[in-house]
């Protein structure tokens, strides 16, 4: 069975011509090849320097189709993507005359004309992806709109969460992140993790305000002196425009911050893996990130917010913390619970992973999609 796959993720061409995509997109496109025999990646080619965390197919059994980069939040930009709308149709239409079932991953803002290009013209089998927060209360127009359009599909659409009123057609799925021997090598990671008394925090994700990064920082520096010195070290990876503000936030905070820029999974795995706390106090449009689920599977124990699905994967209490509130002074107070937790009750935090961790595994993923979506 043939597949193509409809994105708006970014591909670069290294300089020995071979092509890379965002990580964890690639690593779960790479897994799907388990199912399906051919795999057509229809997504963006951009002229620019991959970052570390870019990778490679694993396979010549899937195809890279580049279609122009389009997209963004200015005028020019709207502008340029519908201007380059029928030249992307056209190469989705000959990708889709070569597989058997497609899957267009939203939301997008190629999804705005593709969504409907799809389901008033397209006859063969396919299936919708809605990585972004399906109940948000007030989602950007371009969101709104492919929410509203994939709500009156025929067609499946996996959604983060479950909800009220949430269509039959809709079926909850959890992003895949994970593969059998990285749920061993979690095992391994938390048999050497106890309550010490500095810990380590880590961050992953776009340097920006949204993702709560600031946040983050001013809470840190806030501390009391007596919270601050049961602080090992702070590990930020990723990168933004903002960056060189936020480095200046942490300056004679009395708190060690590193910023490592974007790294390679591996690496990524390794900071996991000496981390205690995994921090994403997120304010931004949010499905349910791969980053908590990367970061729990290696012992680090979620303090995130209650944003779109993760509260229902993230319990308060039981096997992390859920900011009620998304303020400075809120998250002061959570750290601080942190900082002071005994070793009884950071231990039962840390081990209550098990009971989630299974769904966010490549096998789990690929057994739903041949039972759930395929048949």
């Avoid at 190469?91 to 799809?118: E, M």
Wanted: aromatic share 10%; charged share 25%; net charge positive.
């Amino acid at each position: 069975m043939k597949l193509a796959i409809i994105s708006h993720t970014e591909h670069y061409r290294a300089p020995d011509g071979n092509i890379l995509g965002w990580g964890p997109t690639i690593t779960e496109i790479n897994h799907l090849l388990d199912i399906f025999d051919e795999i057509y990646h229809v997504a963006m080619l951009y002229d620019k320097v991959a970052p570390p965390s870019a990778l490679p197919y694993v396979s010549n059994r899937i195809t890279f189709v580049p279609i122009p980069a389009v997209g963004g939040k200015s005028i020019s930009s709207k502008i340029n993507s519908i201007r380059n709308a029928p030249k992307i149709i056209s190469i989705v239409s000959n990708t889709l005359k070569k597989i058997d079932v497609f899957q267009l991953r939203a939301p997008t803002g190629i999804g705005v004309f593709l969504i409907p290009y799809l389901t008033l013209f397209i006859k063969k089998k396919g299936w919708f992806k809605y990585a972004g927060n399906w109940n948000q209360s007030q989602p950007p127009l371009g969101y709104a709109i492919q929410r509203f359009m994939l709500k009156q599909q025929s067609r499946k659409v996996t959604i983060n969460g479950q909800w009220e009123m949430q269509p039959k057609h809709c079926i909850t799925f959890e992003n895949p992140c994970l593969t059998e021997k990285n749920l061993i090598e979690g095992d391994l990671a938390i048999e050497h993790k106890s309550k010490e008394d500095k810990l380590i925090f880590c961050f992953v994700g776009r340097l920006e305000r949204q993702k709560g990064v600031e946040r983050i920082i001013k809470a840190f520096n806030n501390l009391e002196e007596s919270d601050k010195n049961k602080i090992n070290e702070v590990h930020f990876i990723g990168d933004g425009e903002e960056k060189e503000y936020f480095i200046k936030l942490t300056k004679n905070s009395g708190v060690k911050f590193h910023f490592h820029g974007f790294l390679p999974r591996n690496q990524v795995f390794d900071v996991y893996k000496k981390a205690n706390v995994f921090l994403l106090p997120s304010s931004a449009s949010e499905g349910f990130p791969k980053v908590i689920a990367e970061a729990i599977n290696f012992g680090c124990i979620p303090l995130v917010s209650n944003v779109s699905s993760i509260a229902q994967y993230v319990r308060h209490g039981k096997n992390g913390i859920v900011l009620d509130s998304l303020t400075i002074n809120n998250l002061n107070k959570e750290l601080k619970k942190v900082l002071n937790l005994s070793r009884i009750e950071y231990n039962h935090l840390l081990r209550a992973r098990k009971e989630l961790i299974h769904k966010f595994t490549f096998e789990y993923y690929n057994n739903r999609i041949k039972n759930d979506i395929l048949k």
